[in-house]
């Protein structure tokens, strides 16, 4: 008989996971606490808007390497059609000084020259300096061969793996440092790991998959179905169940108890060792990352679908405030609308979508009783100061917002359980680059993990990979040939 696996998690390397424990020959179930497949990677309806979380850009996305076949493995990357816009996002201050991030460098050149002239060996170097990070391909297994093909890019890596205002400090214009420092902050982050994604978007290499985040997950969930596996929506696992130092299953909160000879978790890091195994899997060395490692912040995203086409509008606009401005019970230096007007199958003919996400402090919101009444008010008060930023840039747009919806860092916990609502998993920070945590704990046998919580940078090439990694890692210990193509 197949020795049987159980899943915690149908996101995107849940799903992974099963696939490729079905493919070596497991008996496979994935428990999954919410109706749908996906996790993060998400989107919901609402009046014919559809309102999608996740994706921007899907790294890899470009046949020939080894993270697009692994895509064709599970089923993710077949019939998408794929788009790049012609640039990332336009920065904008309250003076009105504008900043454009063409995706092509002969473009993006002229426009930091057009700012700054002054700072014309800077400029050089940083369009030349995208052109390197191009040729990055997001290794699989990480061979031999992908890290002789890094070389020519540590040089550049190491220029880069600092923040944002590390960066700026070199450009002599203001108006250039304070545009393009804004154009590069993302939440913090090691500048390198915001030009890879900016860059390989550039190469082609990162495209916008048409109709969103929600139908990547649906392709992955049918190929797993497809290969013989089986998911259990509504099915909540609040302890993982363990015998002599092995996993033997799960028990779900409504207390059923399932057995299994392993377990993979791939859902949220921190409930997986900390609660479900209760600590009693962890050593200082994982104690220290959860401690030191910085997690993605949670954030109250904003969707509104307006009654008008917005083929008009800026793609992406960062707009820098003259003077915080507190959204959220946090106080926002910036605001970026999204707006999703390159994917028609979103939205109603003749209308549009626009999104923000803005970081917010978790304890704030958590300190709200949840769907109580100044949990009500303190959403409506951050769509509304959203709403005015808006009309305040596009006045044109007044009138036509039709539909709105709101998701704080408790939608997060609720429809994700991710660690204090965190959207991504950890940040890439200049002292945690590229970092793989751990997919086994000390002393647990039979019992994997997996997900966004197992890499910095979070992210559904990471998570898919990661997916992969715990099957073959259950491969090894059961002594099973894993199965996989690649
Ligand atoms: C706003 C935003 C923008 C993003 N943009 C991009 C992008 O452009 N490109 C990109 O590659 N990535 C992007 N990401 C990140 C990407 O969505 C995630 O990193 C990835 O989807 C994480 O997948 P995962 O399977 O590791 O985790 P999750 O998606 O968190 O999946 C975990 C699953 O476990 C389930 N679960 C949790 N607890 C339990 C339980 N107790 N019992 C049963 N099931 C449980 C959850 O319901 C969930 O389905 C973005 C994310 C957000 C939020």
Redesign the pocket.
């Known amino acids: 008989m197949a020795p049987s696996v159980l899943i915690?998690?149908?996101?995107?390397?849940?799903?992974s996971a099963g696939i490729f424990s079905r493919m070596s020959g497991f008996d496979t179930k994935i428990?999954?606490?919410?109706s749908i497949?996906?996790?993060?990677?998400t989107a919901w309806n609402r009046k014919g808007y559809t309102f999608d979380?996740?994706?921007?850009?899907?790294?890899s996305s470009r046949p020939g390497s080894a993270m697009y076949r692994l895509y064709e493995e599970v089923g993710l990357i077949q019939g998408l059609e794929l788009v790049t816009p012609e640039y990332w996002k336009k920065v904008k201050e309250e003076q009105g000084n504008e900043l454009t991030m063409y995706y092509e460098l002969d473009k993006l050149k002229s426009e930091l020259l057009r700012l700054s002239r002054e700072d014309s060996t800077f400029i050089s170097g940083f369009c030349n300096d995208i052109k390197k990070i191009r040729k990055m391909q997001v290794p699989v297994d990480l061979t031999l061969l992908d890290k002789i093909k890094f070389i020519p890019i540590i040089s550049v890596l190491k220029k880069y793996q600092v923040d944002n205002l590390s960066v700026v400090s070199q450009v002599q214009n203001p108006v250039l440092r304070k545009l393009l420092s804004a154009g590069l902050d993302w939440e913090g982050q090691s500048v390198f790991f915001t030009l890879m994604?900016f860059a390989l978007q550039g190469a082609g290499n990162a495209g916008y998959p048409i109709g969103g985040?929600l139908p990547l997950a649906k392709s992955m969930e049918k190929r797993f179905l497809e290969l013989g596996g089986s998911i259990q929506y509504k099915?909540?696992?609040?302890s993982i169940t363990t015998d002599n130092n092995r996993a033997t299953g799960v028990r779900?909160?409504d207390g059923t108890l399932l057995s299994a000879d392993c377990v993979i978790s791939?859902?949220?890091g921190h409930?997986t060792i900390f609660d479900?195994l209760r600590g009693e899997y962890c050593d200082d060395t994982i104690k220290g990352y959860y401690k030191n490692l910085k997690p993605f912040p949670p954030?109250i995203?904003v969707s509104l679908g307006l009654n008008r086409s917005l083929a008009d509008i800026p793609k992406n606009l960062t707009v820098i405030f003259n003077n915080p401005v507190m959204i959220g019970g946090t106080e926002q230096k910036t605001i970026t609308f999204r707006n999703h007007s390159n994917d028609p199958t979103l939205y109603p003919e003749g209308k549009g979508i626009i999104t923000t996400?803005l970081p917010v402090n978790y304890e704030w919101w958590d300190q709200l009783d949840y769907q109580g009444e100044l949990y009500k008010v303190e959403k409506e008060k951050a769509l509304q100061q959203v709403i005015n930023l808006l009309l305040n840039e596009f006045p044109d747009l007044s009138g036509t917002i039709e539909v709105t919806d709101v998701a704080t860092p408790m939608t997060?916990v609720r429809?994700?359980?991710?660690w204090k609502g965190s959207?991504?998993?950890w940040l890439v920070t200049p002292g945690s680059f590229f970092f793989e945590l751990p997919l086994k704990l000390p002393g647990l046998t039979r019992f994997y993990m997996?997900?966004?919580?197992t890499t910095t940078g979070?992210?559904?090439?990471?998570?898919i990979k990661?997916?992969r990694s715990a099957v073959k890692s259950m491969c090894k210990e059961l002594n099973q040939p894993f199965k996989g193509k690649n």
């Open positions: 915690i998690g149908g996101g995107m390397s849940g799903l428990l999954e606490m919410h497949p996906g996790g993060l990677c979380l996740c994706i921007h850009w899907l790294t994604g985040s099915s909540k696992v609040e779900l909160s791939c859902a949220d409930s479900w954030i995203f996400w997060f429809y994700t359980g991710n959207y991504e998993g997996a997900g966004q919580w979070g992210g559904i090439p990471g998570s990661s997916g």
